[in-house]
């Protein structure tokens, strides 16, 4: 039972461009989303979050938006830029729970010249 | 530098045999975590530890074993029983300073032969 889902595998935007990642949850109990960015073989690195008590949060470059009564998240990154290519990983926690995180599958982003 | 190692980068065993991967903290982080990745999936959850001298199970913790003895480790045995032990294995801790992120090493690779 896939809880946070990202169903585009792949983004392909160009540079200085908007770049939108979108995911959605279902366990209506989630309420702290997390955005990492991960390159090929490395781990993953912390981007931005959001409570569930805001639906915007901004930082540089990246926003997150987050819509509660659709249970979707989305990540805009603008502009975009050659080194923002790697793949994008949701995750989502909930009070109580351990402080564990639930990933999404990811979407590949590539900025192109 | 404080930070999360993990060793060794690549790991080669034969089917059958135990291996014990090494995670490493010196953020003077409570919680520590134990991902594992595979190919277009996400992240998912096999144990995580919350203080010294206990752990909890995760997602998929059949196959795996882990240790918590000192604040700074938390070394993962994956085990012979684990059906599909080739995977790309990343350690986690988290800052009680802030809500849910967490810190991610650079991950290490096995593969079983």
């Known amino acids: 039972d896939q809880q946070v889902k990202q169903n585009s595998p792949s983004l392909s935007v160009q540079e200085g461009r908007i770049s939108i990642l979108n995911c959605d949850y279902t366990?209506?109990?989630?309420?702290?989303f997390l955005w990492y960015k991960k390159y090929p073989a490395e781990g993953p690195t912390f981007l931005i979050s959001?409570?569930?008590?805001?639906d915007k949060n901004e930082d540089g470059r990246f926003t997150v938006f987050l819509n509660k009564s659709a249970k979707h998240l989305s990540l805009h990154i603008v502009p975009s830029q050659p080194g923002d290519s790697a793949v994008y990983f949701c995750?989502?926690?909930?009070?109580?729970?351990?402080?564990?995180?639930?990933f999404g599958t990811g979407t590949q982003l590539k900025v192109e010249l | 530098d404080g930070g999360i190692t993990q060793s060794p980068k690549y790991l080669f065993r034969k089917e059958g045999q135990n291996v014990t991967l090494s995670c490493e903290q010196n953020?003077?982080?409570?919680?520590m975590y134990w991902y594992r990745q595979d190919p277009g999936q996400g992240l998912r959850l096999i144990y995580y530890?919350?203080?010294?001298?206990?752990?909890q199970k995760g997602d998929i913790a059949e196959g795996y074993s882990v240790s918590r003895e000192k604040k700074e480790s938390f070394p993962l045995t994956v085990t012979s029983a684990q059906k599909n032990p080739t995977a790309f294995y990343l350690c986690?801790?988290?800052?009680?300073?802030?809500?849910?992120?967490?810190?991610f090493g650079p991950g290490t690779r096995l593969t079983v032969l």
């Open positions: 953020l003077n982080h409570d919680a």
């Open positions: 959001i409570s569930s008590i805001k």
């Open positions: 986690a801790s988290r800052s009680p300073r802030l809500y849910n992120e967490q810190f």
């Open positions: 366990n209506s109990m989630f309420d702290y």
């Open positions: 530890s919350q203080i010294v001298n206990d752990f």
């Open positions: 995750a989502a926690s909930r009070t109580g729970g351990g402080n564990k995180l639930t």
